[in-house]
T-cell receptor, first 114, second 114 residues
Framework: AQKVTQAQTEISVVEKEDVTLDCVYE???????LFWYKQPPSGELVFLIR??????QNEISGRYSWNFQKSTSSFNFTITASQVVDSAVYFC???????????FGKGTRLHILP | DVKVTQSSRYLVKRTGEKVFLECVQD?????MFWYRQDPGLGLRLIYF???????EKGDIPEGYSVSREKKERFSLILESASTNQTSMYLC?????????????FGPGTRLLVL
């Protein structure tokens, strides 16, 4: 069965701290795609990153970085030097190479305290 | 930029009313999706459409129907609204891509059924 687990329901950190959001996925497929989305208080999900299963290179985009490890079926997301504007719900998601439906994790609510 | 719009940000309806939620995308995407989001449950797929007049049930289609008469518009219908349909409803669209295409989301509609 396919599944995405975000074990951290809610995290609070003080501004400027680094924070890592965990994502563990399950699939027997060899080709799949992983995504992270951000949902700020306004409600709209904003796409952050997509990764395919053959590309295990880590990615950095400004203060955001992603660590993809097939050996542990994890796709973790780190925010460096967090800011209040990073406060949001973050969703990790999995898409198999069969159709265009996405399996979402339940999300991690991140609070950045000033 | 992809633009997905939803007809209402907030909606209050009474039990038993017929409710229409509309979603429009301007990027000529083949796929369109309706999700509902509830605390602790994440995003759950209600219905999915991969072409005009084509639809496929998602994980929780009971109590809902959909209509896609034009490529850019995907409507979610609650035939007889019930209080357990109080939720945040999110629409998304994507190109056909066997999993690797990103879904783009609208701002969401918060529906309250009294």
């Amino acid at each position: 069965a396919q599944k995405v687990t975000q074990a951290q329901t809610e995290i609070s950190v003080v501004e400027k701290e680094d924070v890592t959001l965990d994502c563990v996925y399950e699939t027997r497929d060899t080709t799949y795609y992983l995504f992270w989305y951000k949902q700020p208080p306004s409600g709209e999900l904003v796409f952050l990153i997509r990764r395919n299963s053959f590309d295990e290179q880590n990615e950095i985009s400004g203060r955001y970085s992603w660590n993809f490890q097939k050996s542990t079926s994890s796709f973790n997301f780190t925010i460096t030097a967090s800011q209040v504007v990073d406060s949001a719900v973050y969703f990790c998601a999995l898409n198999l190479n069969r159709d265009d439906k996405i399996i979402f994790g339940k999300g991690t609510r991140l609070h950045i305290l000033p | 930029d992809v633009k997905v719009t939803q007809s209402s940000r907030y909606l209050v309806k009474r039990t038993g009313e017929k409710v229409f939620l509309e979603c429009v995308q301007d990027m000529d995407h083949e796929n369109m999706f309706w999700y509902r989001q509830d605390p602790g449950l994440g995003l759950r797929l209600i219905y999915f459409s991969y072409d005009v007049k084509m639809k496929e049930k998602g994980d929780i289609p009971e109590g809902y129907s959909v209509s896609r008469e034009k490529k850019e518009r995907f409507s979610l219908i609650l035939e007889s609204a019930s209080t357990n349909q109080t939720s945040m409803y999110l629409c998304a669209s994507s190109l056909v891509g066997q999993g690797y295409e990103t879904q783009y989301f609208g701002p969401g509609t918060r529906l309250l059924v009294l």
